[in-house]
């Protein structure tokens, strides 16, 4: 094993994950948001509004009057801010890169970011034909093609920036840092991923539907987001597996309580959250079943304290 091994070396001292965990908020709250906030602030005003009414109201670009290209496109620059700040100051304070951030060697197993990118994906898409064939009258078709090119290419482009921020933050270098001080892997995926759900406590899925029917979802994409990176030992399943989550969903299908807001191809009407949250956990059943067979991954690993004093024993397939 050699993903959260890694960070057991003399250079990775827990307050640095603070100082770098607290540098990459800062940079894309303050920095990264910043062209968002210039710029509704300039559209919102040329539409008549006051400039405390659009202060107000800066995260309602409808209201603002700001197209969803360019709401999302904004606001995907903080993403973009803090995956940079992230990975220059792990550089800095660890002289770590973003290879040993992801499985804690020297190479990106790529073809796994794919194989998680693919298998989310058809998830994803035989569970939206299914909704749609039983529920077809849930689903409005808002298909514009000079809405949905630039739509495709920020969300391919950018997209990725973001779900590899979050995948880097929580399921890399947090749960590195969370297994060097407590030496468990059961912690590193534990503590991440319930930091991840909280992190997701502003979203307006939450206000809409509530914290504690919201929470579970959120808890449970870092779980199995978590728990496919310590038995593959490494998070490129992961980094492929949110990708695909958040551009299906910006490009196939939104509704008025997303967090992604998008000219995407269908909005559907009703959402159905407890729903939402017993599909995600058929979803997760079945991609831990079908890499267990296909990587050979070993379950006790997880029950295997995170050491470099003994050979291991343990090992996964490695592509």
């Known amino acids: 094993m050699k993903h959260l091994e890694y960070a057991l070396g003399k250079d990775n001292q827990f307050w640095k994950y603070i100082i770098v965990l607290l540098v990459s908020l800062i940079a894309s709250n303050f920095i990264g948001i910043m062209p968002y906030m ?81 298998v989310w994906a058809a998830l994803l898409l035989i569970s939206f034909i299914v909704s749609y064939i039983l529920s077809p ?39 590195q840092g969370i297994g060097r001080v407590t030496k468990s892997r059961w912690m590193a995926l534990l503590i991440p991923a319930i930091l991840f759900g909280l992190m997701h406590v502003a979203n307006p899925e939450v206000k809409e539907f509530g914290f504690w029917i919201m929470m579970p979802q959120y808890i449970m994409f870092g779980l199995i987001f978590g728990l496919v990176s310590i038995l593959d030992d490494g998070i490129e399943l992961a980094l492929g597996m949110h990708a695909a989550n958040n551009i299906f969903l910006s490009l196939t299908v939104t509704h008025s309580s997303s967090a992604l807001q998008t000219s995407a191809i269908f909005n559907q009407k009703e959402v159905d959250p407890t729903y939402g949250l017993i599909e995600l956990i058929v979803f997760s059943l079945i991609v831990i079943a079908f890499f267990y067979k296909k990587y050979n991954w070993n379950f006790s690993v997880l029950n295997k304290k995170i050491e470099t004093d003994k050979e291991d024993t343990e090992t996964v397939a490695i592509d």
């Open 38 to 118: 210039i710029t509704a602030v300039i559209i919102g005003t040329s539409n008549g509004l006051q400039a405390d009414a659009v202060l107000m109201n800066i995260m309602d670009a409808k209201h603002i009057g700001m197209s969803p290209n360019l709401s999302l496109f904004l606001l995907l620059i903080a993403f973009v801010v803090a995956f940079f700040t992230l990975i220059l100051f792990i550089k800095l304070l660890h002289h770590q890169s973003i290879q040993e951030v992801i499985n804690g060697t020297k190479k990106i197993r790529w073809n796994r970011i794919f194989w998680g990118t693919g």
């Open 137 to 175: 009258d849930n689903f409005v078709l808002q298909f514009d093609l000079s809405t949905f090119i630039p739509l495709f290419f920020i969300s391919i482009l950018m997209i990725p920036l973001q779900t590899s921020y979050e995948e880097l933050t929580f399921r890399g270098y947090l749960a």
